[in-house]
């Protein structure tokens, strides 16, 4: 292994995720632990060279306060006891935070800053081969940044012993599913399953118009085609996952309730009994995608704004047609090549277009026209929790108003919500 560790034990305080970051921010590595690891477990991480027991308003768990065991207070490396309430305040000046973390961590504990993207790379290129041996791992390959990121990682590793599997449910982007086939088959030579599904999904969905059973239908169905793709290869025994660390911090720890509920393997079937291989589980977005460059994937899968997993069904809004789909993904693909051509791409959080079910009067050529409106939203956020709207210029709205109403069929109206979350949320459904 490449890089050294500082270790923090977690005893309740809601910061370790930020504590964490910050040490790798100094370059050096840093995972977060449950306070009850054992001296077994601590001695099996390897370049452990300092720990922090960072507590806080959780330590009382039950009414009892939690405490590290005495094994982990005598272990051979420095010991930094980083505790909101005790005799030791953590400073809440960055800059001082910074200075008092630095004498630690490489002053008292001489670490080496070698927490950098190839020796990221290199240590899960081993660990994952360790792992799986010769034997083969399956992947379900949507084309988000988690997903991307974990095949590009694994095909370094194991390559022909990955089997990807691209289920296109017809709710994607413009480009997606070509984009996939391009990056994964053609250039890194990957065994990638395509499966068009488009008809599948969309005729599970025709007619339901509410917006949680149209994304029960569409979650159910993605594991179902998957499952069925799983079944047809013969000896996989793991599966690949995107996993990041948020998705583990906001499933909860020891001393914090979960933030939401995180299914990663929606529900497949027992008899599918998979081991997980998890390369990116200790990496934070931004980490996720400075791998996925270090990798080689294009800028455009590696930089892409959020996208929700029912896609577009959720912006085609009521029961989804396939008109009005086509109408979602027009006038999307037109947002989105205007606001890469006027700077805002990578500088706003997220932006799509909505296309409602009910039509308007309009006129077009001289005559009477009765077609749909697409809804325009670009917005801004921290932790999508709340929102605020991009200030888009007038003279942009316009131009691409103009364009939806000239090149997308069925559609004579443009409008731009202003809508903050509060109290509308981001997304329509
Ligand atoms: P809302 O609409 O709740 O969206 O303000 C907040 C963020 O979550 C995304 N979103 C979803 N993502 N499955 C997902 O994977 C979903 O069902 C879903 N619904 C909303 C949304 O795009 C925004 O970034």
Redesign the pocket.
């Known amino acids: 292994m490449k890089q050294d560790m500082i270790l923090v034990l977690d005893l309740g305080s809601e910061e370790n995720p930020r504590l964490a970051r910050e040490i790798r921010a100094l370059g050096v590595y840093s995972e977060i632990h449950p306070h009850d690891i054992t001296l077994e477990e601590l001695k099996a991480l390897p370049n452990v060279k300092g720990i922090i027991l960072n507590g806080g308003p959780n330590r009382v768990v039950d009414g009892v306060e939690i405490d590290v065991s005495k094994d982990i207070y005598n272990y051979d490396v420095p010991v930094l006891l980083a505790d909101h309430k005790g005799d030791k305040p953590w400073p809440a000046d960055p800059a001082e935070r910074k200075e008092a973390l630095s004498n630690f961590v490489f002053g008292l504990c001489g670490a080496q800053a070698n927490w950098n993207m190839d020796n990221f790379i290199a240590d899960q290129v081993e660990l994952i081969r360790e792992q799986v041996g010769d034997k083969k791992v399956l992947l379900a390959l949507s084309g988000g940044v988690d997903s991307s990121v974990v095949a590009a990682l694994l095909i370094k590793a194991i390559g022909k012993q990955l089997t990807c599997v691209h289920v296109n449910h017809g709710l994607l982007r413009k480009g997606e599913p070509e984009q996939v086939v391009e990056v994964f088959r053609h250039q890194m030579d990957a065994n990638l399953i395509y499966v068009d599904a488009v008809d599948r999904f969309l005729d599970k969905l025709a007619g339901v118009a509410d917006p949680e059973q149209k ?1 029960k239908i569409i979650g159910a169905e993605f594991i179902r085609v998957f499952e069925e793709e799983a079944r047809k290869l013969d000896g996989i025994e793991f599966l690949g996952q995107g996993t990041i660390y948020p998705d583990i911090i906001e499933s909860g720890t020891k001393t914090v309730k979960a933030v939401k509920s995180h299914h990663n393997v929606g529900g497949l079937p027992e008899d599918l009994d998979f081991q997980l291989v998890e390369p990116l589980k200790m990496l934070f977005k931004d980490e996720v995608r400075a791998c996925g460059k270090a990798l080689g994937l294009p800028d455009g899968m590696v930089y892409r704004q ?1 996208f ?3 896609g577009l069904g ?1 912006r085609c809004l009521g029961a989804i047609t396939r008109d009005r789909l086509e109408a979602v993904r027009e006038s999307d693909a037109i947002l989105r090549e205007e606001f890469a051509k006027n700077g805002l791409e990578g500088k706003v959080w ?1 932006y799509f277009t909505v296309v409602p079910d009910f039509k308007s009067v309009g006129v077009k050529d001289g005559k009477r026209t009765f077609d749909w409106p697409v809804i325009l939203r670009a917005v801004n956020t921290v932790d ?1 929790m709340t ?1 605020t709207v991009e200030d888009v210029p007038f003279a942009l709205l316009q131009k691409i108003t103009a364009r939806i109403t000239a090149e997308v069929k069925g559609v004579n109206r443009v409008l731009y919500d202003l809508t903050p ?1 509060p109290c509308g ?3 329509w459904e």
């Open positions: 994304r959020p929700p997993g029912p959720v997220q999508a929102a979350k949320t981001i997304e």
